[in-house]
């Protein structure tokens, strides 16, 4: 096997490794958001059967609860939008910028002087155009991608539309509490009721 050849192999290679990172980036994006999406649904279909778990909880306990799914949501998207896409958009740069890189390498050996009208070249900073680099990519370039910022918005939405559901069942039982109440004694909650001989406040 020659130079070149061997260039486009090890280009072949991280054109692959190009693709199985794009692949998992989109797996693990639509998973997030059907699980999330998922608990909505499933709560909103079971609402019944939320509601009394949360009477069971308790005023408090209920609170915290929703509290803790708050913080789930929160870590979750974090740990998503954060971490997640940027290792994944670092190391997919990278992986393109070395499969470019050996291109070029490959375009050289065979080529030769007259190689630089077929350099694939970047645009680095100050309008500066180079060769790609075999360097890993470890900035913050990945939150000026549309395709990040679409992510954030579709997480975001998806997240706060799934807990705005959970807590409006989970809110909805202080209104049974009421009914429950007017229900029992004809009066709102609150009033004192006369019972055996003395006054009870309920």
């Known amino acids: 096997m020659n130079r070149e050849d061997l260039c486009l192999k090890i280009a072949e290679l991280h054109l692959k490794r190009v693709e199985v990172l794009q692949t998992v980036e989109w797996r693990i994006a639509i998973s997030l958001w059907t699980f999330v999406a998922g608990v909505a649904m499933v709560s909103l279909v079971n609402a019944d059967k939320v509601k009394q778990v949360a009477i069971a ?48 390498e490959a375009v050289k050996y065979v080529l030769k002087g007259k190689a630089s009208d077929f350099l694939i070249l970047i645009n680095a900073k100050a309008e500066c155009w180079e060769e790609p680099s075999f360097k890993k990519l470890a900035d913050n370039a ?61």
């Open 57 to 104: 909880l308790g005023s408090p306990w209920s609170s915290i609860t929703l509290i803790f799914v708050f913080l789930v949501y929160a870590i979750l998207g974090w740990l998503y939008v954060w971490q997640f896409c940027k290792e994944n958009y670092n190391s997919l740069v990278t992986e393109r910028n070395r499969y470019q890189r050996m291109q070029n």
């Open 142 to 202: 990945f939150v000026k991608t549309g395709i990040w910022q679409f992510k954030v918005a579709v997480t975001a939405a998806l997240m706060l539309f799934s807990f705005a559901i959970i807590a409006m069942i989970f809110l909805s039982t202080t209104d049974k509490h009421l009914n429950d109440s007017v229900a029992a004694t004809g009066q709102p909650a609150g009033w004192q009721l006369k019972c055996l001989g003395g006054n009870v406040s309920r």
